[in-house]
């Protein structure tokens, strides 16, 4: 092993991390992109933390050119780049959000993806090696919630982008393989957040802490166990999966 390169967004924490364990306990490497460090992945010889706050969105550019340059890509078995990190508030409903926090949650969850996504296809067209892009995205994307309005658009609109750039994809010689990921429901900050709102605050909070208390949140290592066997499998390019 030791040929394959990880680009992931979210690896501070959560899902990202776990993912990011796993790939470098593998002997691979992994670039994450982050703000905050994660004391868990820096122990790896071949995690490479890159420190960026994806609300930057025309900076992104010259990140990818930056984790590139790090890459022998021409002997490098597969790349993929997988866009885990996302923002969860605000949670309210849309005429309480103000435009600041709206924009925060679309660039995040929705825009820094789109943006890493064409970076990257433009950076390894020319070569001939196996390019995956890992999507994660939300059963929010296809069941509307009160308080919820701008993630679960960030996340339809993340299903979209995946099925319009699979499309794209499947009329070439090279193409990347592009797949969506549907996490379920996963034991997290970004869960932990949204059960500690008061009903008042978030009238679906109480469908968070009834998954939380009856068992039915999965673990990160699951999903990272799930996500990385989707790597290993040839998906249909531009599919949306559910774990």
């Known amino acids: 092993m030791g040929k394959e ?11 990202g991390e776990q993912l990011a364990q796993q790939i470098l306990e593998e002997g691979n490497h992994v670039y994450g992109i982050s703000r905050s460090k994660s004391d868990k992945l820096e122990r790896f010889a071949h995690f490479k933390h ?20 790090h890459i022998d890509i021409e002997h490098a078995d597969m790349i993929c780049l997988v866009n885990n990190a996302a923002m969860l508030e605000p949670l309210k409903t849309i005429d309480s959000c103000t435009p600041e926090e709206i ?15 064409s970076s ?31 993630y679960c658009t960030a996340k339809a609109g993340m299903n979209m982008f ?18 969506a990921i549907d996490p379920g429901m996963v ?3 970004l869960q932990a957040v949204a059960r500690g709102k008061t009903n008042e605050q978030f009238a679906t909070s109480v ?17 990272g166990n799930a996500i990385l066997r989707i790597i290993r499998t040839n998906e249909r390019t531009g599919e949306v999966v559910s774990i």
Do not use: W
Not at 210 to 223: H, I, N, S, W
């Open 5 to 15: 390169h990880f680009i992931i967004t979210g690896t501070s924490r959560g899902i």
């Open 162 to 179: 995946t099925q319009c750039v699979g499309s794209e994809q499947r009329m070439l010689d090279n193409p990347v393989e592009i797949v």
């Open 50 to 69: 890159v420190q960026f706050d994806l609300r930057c969105t025309l900076e992104i550019d010259k990140i990818l050119n930056q984790i590139f340059s």
């Open 103 to 117: 924009m925060d949650s679309v660039q995040i969850s929705l825009i820094a993806p789109m943006m890493l996504v």
């Open 120 to 150: 990257f296809i433009q950076r390894t067209n020319q070569y001939a090696i196996t390019r995956k892009v890992i999507n994660i995205s939300s059963g929010s994307a296809v069941y509307p919630a009160p308080g919820m309005s701008v």
């Open 207 to 223: 469908f968070f802490k009834e998954a939380y208390e009856t068992g039915k949140l999965r673990t990160a290592e699951e999903v």
């Open 187 to 189: 034991d997290t900050e």
